[in-house]
């Protein structure tokens, strides 16, 4: 339920504030205008908070930076800065001045409910340093669309993904497709990550664009490229020339492997669906093979703080000895609650509008931290805790409090999909071996890292 705007009055922490956090305008005047954080605030936040983000890369993370800022505790200063935030304000929306222009900030649970429940017409996700980014690598994709056009990409996508279905149609060719390429993750005592991130690969180019194209690690070398020069795109006004015949090269060889793709796969469907030329149906294969990829830190996550809790690890298997995915499946929730793949959900304003009763001009941008909110222990019990049983209780995928997909309009459309993919990959490798160690190591009986570094993860397989 949405909270209405609480009444301001001498008590009200959440009053009106001018640009130094001041409450000398009287309330309910002409002058009420909404809370804006001081400037050493918004510095704090932008050198805690955004920038490392930003430097960490968002299309492309770079690992090597991740794990330093790891080492050095970033995510602990971040998570510092949003709570003084949200004492400071008592839990109102803040406005946080930044280099792009103001950014609502929410905190409280009543707000995220209203930001999933605002339609993207108005809250629109194509956010304009989001934008910016994903120009390079995906400029036709969903993200970086808004209105009528905006809504036919997001119909093709919700088609092509069976976003409203409860298994995609494809789904038995699917778990083919990743059973057949697992076999080599278990061909040693020794998982490293760089052999997951080859076999992921090769299954996303065996569901998006068929067998045909199970071995063209050059495509996958050029969309990796785009992604690099993405995180830059924030900092650039478009697209290099460079940028631009890449994505060109990569764009012609979908084209080439379209005719030919099988009914089944992601660009069969695509091809097979009707839509208008500007919605660029092969062009979205760009933000399925980005979303597929994503597979490769999910499951590494996953088998990790599997192996640091054995007991978990252990239920998968029942004492008849069969597996149980649907538990194995509520680990990948789990393990996408504490370390989200997109943890911060950043939306813009398309129209002026209000909230809690304060007007915000079109333009501003929006920002939900649903990382650091669904790791908090006041709000979510045991937030820095892995505990997989919370996603067994009836509703928990609609529990607003956390969102590993988001939720409303914004909903990501590729949701089941990617979570059965990904819970396939870690059946492959649970269904006969145990993961018995792993790198880092993790203390199951202490709050968990507030990152962990997908590249550096290092599992020891024995057999069941």
Request: glycine share 10%; hydrophobic share 40%; aromatic share 4%.
């Amino acid at each position: 339920m949405i909270r209405p705007a609480p009444p301001t009055g001498p008590e009200d922490p959440a009053g009106p504030y001018d640009s130094t956090g001041s409450t000398d305008s009287p309330p309910g005047s002409a002058a009420a205008r909404p809370s804006r954080a001081r400037r050493g605030e918004s510095v704090r936040f932008a050198v805690t908070h955004s920038l490392p983000a930003f430097v960490r890369g968002v299309p492309a993370p770079r690992p090597a930076i991740g794990a330093l800022l790891g080492a050095v505790g970033q995510p602990r200063w971040s998570a510092a800065t949003l709570r003084a935030l949200r004492d400071r304000y008592h839990g109102a929306p803040v406005l946080l001045g930044g280099a792009s222009g103001d950014t609502l900030v929410l905190l409280d649970p009543a707000d995220v409910e209203e930001f999933f429940a605002r339609p993207v017409r108005e809250l629109a996700l194509d956010a304009v340093d989001k934008t910016k980014m994903l120009a390079v690598l995906e400029p036709t994709g969903v993200i970086c669309s808004h209105g009528d056009l905006r809504e036919e990409r997001r119909s093709l996508n919700d088609e092509v993904l069976a976003h409203h279905e409860d298994t995609h149609p494809s789904h038995g060719t699917f778990r083919t497709v990743i059973a057949e390429e697992c076999t080599r993750l278990t061909a040693g005592p020794t998982l490293t990550f760089a052999r997951l991130r080859r076999t992921v690969q090769r299954i996303a180019r065996r569901i998006v664009l068929g067998d045909q194209a199970a071995g063209d690690e050059e495509l996958h070398g050029w969309l990796l490229t785009l992604r690099k020069e993405g995180n830059w795109g924030a900092l650039r006004r478009g697209p290099t020339a460079a940028d631009q015949r890449l994505y060109t090269a990569a764009t012609d060889r979908l084209h080439v492997y379209a005719p030919h793709a099988p009914d089944t796969t992601l660009l069969g469907r695509a091809r097979d669906t009707a839509c208008g030329a500007d919605v660029d149906a092969v062009g979205q294969a760009h933000h399925w093979m980005l979303a597929l990829d994503t597979i490769a830190p999910i499951a590494a996550r996953t088998l990790l703080l599997l192996a640091a809790h054995p007991a978990e690890q252990a239920a998968l298997h029942d004492q008849s000895g069969g597996f149980d995915s649907t538990r194995l499946q509520a680990c990948v929730m789990e393990s996408l609650r504490l370390y989200p793949i997109v943890p911060d959900l950043l939306r813009i304003l398309r129209a002026d509008t209000t909230w809690r009763g304060r007007p915000y001009p079109a333009g501003t941008h929006v920002l939900v931290p649903i990382g650091f909110l669904q790791r908090d222990s006041g709000l979510v019990p045991g937030g820095s805790l892995f505990a997989p049983g919370r996603w067994c209780a009836e509703g928990a995928e609609r529990d607003r409090r956390m969102a590993p997909f988001s939720h409303g309009e914004g909903r990501c459309p590729g949701d089941r999909l990617g979570l059965m993919a990904a819970t396939e990959v870690c059946a492959q490798v649970l269904r006969e071996h145990r993961v018995v160690g792993g790198r880092p190591r993790l203390d199951p009986h202490r709050p968990l890292p507030g990152a962990l570094n997908a590249s550096g993860v290092q599992l020891a397989l024995a057999r069941s």
